[in-house]
């Protein structure tokens, strides 16, 4: 958790009137899974400068994850003198899904703020900072049926700068693995096995023909996903 040391205003640094940039900054765990596993992905907010009005969007490629237990995780929370992100937590369906994000008070400031800083002369701003959790971390448990393939999940990230309304686009792409890559390190394993043997048993000269045997298995294999 992080210690509130907050200014006079949300953001303190020098030009912080000007007009603001900011884009979403995404970070995958794992950005292959097979089906039945949880995509793990932690997103902050970067920039600085005049801001109002943000909104996130998000759109999904496919039917790919369950949705009674795909979440997000956010909003602060404050608890004595120390924030941390992750105190909502809202479901996630395969349509996407709209949000506008939580603001704090503060008494100094003259509304709520989303974006403020972190750190006196500096130009560090709160949704750069993972405290305990990410400012949107989500966790997208995705079907054991899922489709193999590549996937992405697009968000759009729109505010006003103080001066004009933006729109950002992050891609996040990830890829669920076929049956064949799912098991595909077993049946390499298998394969070395089956080649010790037969060479411990039957010498170098069979080597060949077993060799020629898996060769036709993988491809039987491949062929009946």
Known sequence: MLKITLGPKALNHPNSDKPGAYKLASKLKESILNPGETLNLEQYVTGY??????????????????EENSYLHTELSQQKNA?????????????????????????????????????ESAN???????????????????????????????????????????????????????????FNTLLSILAAAALIV??????????????HEIGKFVSLFRSSR
């Open 49 to 66: 400068g005049s801001n109002s009005g943000f909104k996130i969007v998000c759109y999904i490629s496919n039917n790919v994850f369950d």
């Open 83 to 119: 924030l941390k992100w992750g105190e909502k937590k809202i479901k996630v369906d395969n349509g996407g899904f709209s949000l506008t994000p939580s603001s704090m008070q503060n008494e100094n400031w003259e509304k709520p703020e989303f974006i403020f800083d972190t750190k």
């Open 124 to 182: 560090y701003i709160i949704t750069e900072k993972s405290l305990i959790n990410a400012p949107f971390t989500y966790k997208l448990k995705t079907h054991r049926n899922a489709k193999a393939g590549a996937h992405y999940i697009v968000f759009y990230l729109t505010y006003f700068n103080g001066s004009e309304w933006m729109c950002e686009e992050e891609r996040v792409s990830f890829k669920i693995n076929n049956t064949f890559e799912r």
């Open 198 to 211: 037969t060479i411990a048993h039957d010498g170098i000269a069979p080597l060949f023909d077993k060799l």
